[in-house]
């Protein structure tokens, strides 16, 4: 046994939210920026279920270099406006290279810092060692640090070591699903019974991923959204969080529109994650 105090010593303060192994957090939002009027409704919905944190992307890495590369930093003056004018208090916000992270600081000042900003470290950098030294070297953001997709466990802690090792221990340590050769249904292979694994071997919150795990939006045979099965397996396992894709109108999403949950159904997810972690 661990000691609740060890674990307290180690979680850490965001603007104004906690985060550790014991915390629960909903990051819900859209997968890339793209008009004000889907990020308006998207933060008025989190408001209207009493949430704080949000997610969605200015840098987006595309598989394919003919699709929506995201908006990059002109969009983060509104962006990081329309956060404040709704309370959200940190944009989970991946970068794919050093210059974000001053771009991402730089606008954020200049607009006063309504909102908070934690790093996002997507899968397809996993080791991408200089990026992670920066994100490591930098105090100012926390890093949400996303578990590579076909590279072993270990090898996942051992870079967020990197961003540690530079001094930056404000870590979530995030599992997405991993990629197999097995003809899996889902995007991904669901990663989500390593919860406890990780929380064993280090003592960084851990979030789940359901919507990159999955990968698509599709009912259940019992009615409910895969999504949402998944999303619960994850806070059985012990989640800390959970990072998951919304949009108004996921069919003119311009990136991810097939995984996306619809506002509709956001308060329904909220309280079911509610009550299943209250029952866990
Ligand atoms: C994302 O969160 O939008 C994303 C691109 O995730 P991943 O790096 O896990 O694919
Ligand atoms: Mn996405």
């Known amino acids: 046994g661990r000691h ?23 990051f819900a939002g859209l997968c890339a920026v793209d008009t004000p009027e889907n990020v ?15 997610r969605m992307g200015a840098y987006k890495p595309r598989t394919n270099p003919y699709s929506f590369q995201g908006h990059g930093r002109k969009c983060l003056p509104w962006l990081f406006e329309l956060a404040g004018k709704y309370g959200i208090r940190v944009i ?6 050093e210059i974000h992270i001053e771009e991402i600081y ?21 080791q991408n060692f200089e990026l992670l030294k920066a994100v490591g070297s930098q105090q100012e953001f926390p890093v949400l640090y996303k578990r590579g997709m076909g590279i072993t466990l270990e090898e996942s802690l051992n870079a967020c070591e990197y961003i540690a090792s530079e001094g930056n221990r404000k870590i979530i340590f995030c599992l997405r699903g991993v990629k197999t050769n097995l ?5 991904n292979l669901v990663d989500f019974a390593h919860v406890p694994v990780v929380k064993g071997l280090t003592r960084l919150p851990v979030c789940v991923d ?41 069919e003119e999403a311009l990136c991810d529109g097939p995984q996306a949950l619809t506002l509709e159904e956001l308060p329904h997810f909220v309280e ?9």
């Not at 965001?14 to 550790?20: A, H, I, P, T, V």
């Not at 308006?40 to 949000?54: K, N, Y």
């Not at 003809?183 to 995007?187: A, E, K, L, T, Y």
């Open 4 to 26: 609740r105090e060890d674990l307290e010593a180690l979680g850490f303060e965001y603007n104004g939210l906690y985060f550790d192994q014991d915390s629960f957090h909903i």
């Open 210 to 250: 359901p919507t990159h795990s999955v990968g698509r939006r599709q009912q259940a045979p019992d009615g409910l959204q895969e999504i949402f099965h998944i999303a619960a397996q994850g806070v059985i396992s012990g989640a800390n969080a959970i990072l998951v894709e919304f949009h108004p109108r996921p």
């Open 40 to 54: 308006e409704a998207m933060f008025q919905a989190l408001r209207q279920v009493g949430i704080t944190t949000s």
């Open 106 to 126: 730089e606008e954020l000042e200049r607009a006063g810092r309504p909102t908070g900003v934690m790093l996002q470290i997507g899968t397809r950098n996993a």
């Open 272 to 280: 079911d994650m509610r009550i299943v972690r209250e029952a866990y």
């Open 183 to 187: 003809g899996d249904p889902h995007r």
């Open 92 to 97: 989970a916000m991946e970068v794919t290279k």
